[in-house]
């Protein structure tokens, strides 16, 4: 199997990165959302375009990864500063968020997560973010595990999201300052985290 690339997408990545992540959800959350939402996700024509638009107006610490392996992206994650978007400070420390994480169904397993995440991680510490954080579906019992092997630790804090009609409780995860992550080589890449491309976001949409 070929080795994972990890670089920064462009704006011909954007098509790919929509169907990617609408075929990640609906394999993902089947039976978690309601079908007719999962099906109803768009990826035409004036959907990509709507979206290279949003991602060309990105401000330069908004940042859209790729995961590529044998010339076709298998994953991608964003990430920037923690919502909101104003830079703002929470316990005396300026913190980033990893937004989402996505991967295709057929890559899943395939050691693409764990390099994503650094990548993403490590790009919000080059933009001065001394922690990162993410919200992850607490049902979401295989993406917890994931980014608990990474390191990330739940916070305590958490929300409820609608999607599709559907209220589901999320969970706040957390880098620890300071801590070195071990990260293994090869593990499962989680389920994707609700919020869409390309930023700004809006959680659920």
Known sequence: ??????????????????RLRAASWQAAYAGILPPVYLEAMDTGPEEIARAVRGFLRNPPDRHLLVAERGGR???????????????????????????????????????????????ALERLRADGREQSVLWVLEANARARAFYERQGLRPTGERTTIRLG??????LEYAT??????????????????????????RRGA
């Open 1 to 18: 199997m070929h080795e994972v690339e990890i670089r920064d997408a462009t704006a011909a990545d954007i098509g790919p990165v929509r």
């Open 73 to 119: 992206i298998v994953a991608f994650a964003n990430c920037g500063p923690e919502r909101p978007t104003i830079a703002h400070l929470r316990g005396g420390v300026l913190r980033g968020e990893v937004y989402a994480l996505y991967a295709h169904p057929d890559a899943w397993s395939t050691g693409a997560g764990a390099p994503l995440l650094t990548a």
């Open 165 to 170: 009609g559907a209220l589901l409780p999320e």
């Open 176 to 201: 620890v300052p300071g801590a070195e992550r071990v990260v293994s080589q090869r593990t499962e890449l989680p389920a994707p985290l609700p919020a869409p491309i390309p930023i700004p976001i």
